[in-house]
T-cell receptor, first 113, second 118 residues
Framework: AQSVTQLGSHVSVSEGALVLLRCNYS??????LFWYVQYPNQGLQLLLK??????LVKGINGFEAEFKKSETSFHLTKPSAHMSDAAEYFC???????????FGKGTHLIIQP | EAGVAQSPRYKIIEKRQSVAFWCNPI?????LYWYQQILGQGPKLLIQ????????DSQLPKDRFSAERLKGVDSTLKIQPAKLEDSAVYLC????????????????FGPGTRLLVL
C-alpha cells in the first residue's frame, strides 16, 4: 500500500520569499513521485515528476523537488514566490503493477504581497 | 493538441437520482482514469482502464458506481442512486500507456465535473 503525507494544509509566504511545500511518502516498491498544481475550478497540472533518474528534479514555473530515499521525502521548492503561484498543490505517488496515483490531501499556498 | 474533455462541468441532483459523466481522453492515450475529489481532500482513484479493459477498480463503490469504456476511447462514469456523500469533483485523466513497470507515466487531467447532491 502507498500513502502520501503533506505537512501543512495552508502555507503562507511573502512575494519574493522561498516556497517550501513538504511531502513524505510511504511505498513498498520503488516509487514514482509527482507534484501537481490545481487552480480554482480547473483540473490538475503536472509541475514535475521523479521516475528514478536524477534525484533533483526541475519542473515548470521555476519549481524543483529533491527525492530523498533515506527521509522518504519529496519536498517542493521555489526560490522566489510570485503572486501567480497561489494555488493548491498536491503530491502523489505511484508504483507497482498499475499506475493510478495516490494523492496527499494538498497544501494551499497563499502569497502575501 | 486538445486536452482531456469532460462534460458536464456542473451537475446538481437530488439524492437517489442517477447521474452520468462523460470523458474524452487525449487522442492516442490508451490509459484512462476516473478520480473522485471531495472538498478539502486529494483526488482518489476510482477506476483505471487500459484500452477498454479494467486494470484497477478496487476503490470503486460497485453497488452504486459503474464505468465503461466500450470502444477504448470515450468513457462514462455513472452513479445510481446518488447519495449526499457523492458530492465531489469527478476528474478524468489519461496517459499514453502503462509502461513495462506500470508506473511513471504522466497523467493529463481534464477540468472535472462538479457534482452537488441535495
Amino acid at each position: 500500500a502507498q500513502s502520501v503525507t503533506q505537512l501543512g494544509s495552508h502555507v503562507s509566504v511573502s512575494e519574493g520569499a522561498l516556497v517550501l511545500l513538504r511531502c513524505n511518502y510511504s511505498s513498498s516498491v520503488p516509487p514514482y513521485l509527482f507534484w501537481y498544481v490545481q487552480y480554482p475550478n480547473q483540473g490538475l497540472q503536472l509541475l514535475l515528476k521523479y521516475t528514478s533518474a536524477a534525484t533533483l528534479v526541475k519542473g515548470i514555473n521555476g519549481f524543483e523537488a529533491e527525492f530523498k530515499k533515506s527521509e522518504t521525502s519529496f519536498h517542493l521548492t521555489k526560490p522566489s514566490a510570485h503572486m501567480s503561484d497561489a494555488a493548491e498543490y498536491f503530491c502523489a505517488v505511484s508504483g507497482g503493477g498499475a499506475d493510478g496515483l495516490t494523492f496527499g490531501k494538498g497544501t494551499h499556498l497563499i502569497i502575501q504581497p | 493538441e486538445a486536452g482531456v474533455a469532460q462534460s458536464p462541468r456542473y451537475k446538481i441532483i437530488e439524492k437517489r437520482q442517477s447521474v452520468a459523466f462523460w470523458c474524452n481522453p487525449i487522442s492516442g492515450h490508451a490509459t484512462l482514469y476516473w478520480y473522485q475529489q471531495i472538498l478539502g481532500q486529494g483526488p482518489k482513484l476510482l477506476i483505471q482502464f487500459q484500452n477498454n479493459g479494467v486494470v484497477d477498480d478496487s476503490q470503486l463503490p460497485k453497488d452504486r458506481f459503474s464505468a465503461e469504456r466500450l470502444k477504448g476511447v470515450d468513457s462514462t462514469l455513472k452513479i445510481q442512486p446518488a447519495k449526499l456523500e457523492d458530492s465531489a469533483v469527478y476528474l478524468c485523466a489519461s496517459s499514453l500507456v502503462m509502461g513495462a513497470s506500470g508506473s511513471g507515466k504522466t497523467q493529463y487531467f481534464g477540468p472535472g465535473t462538479r457534482l452537488l447532491v441535495l
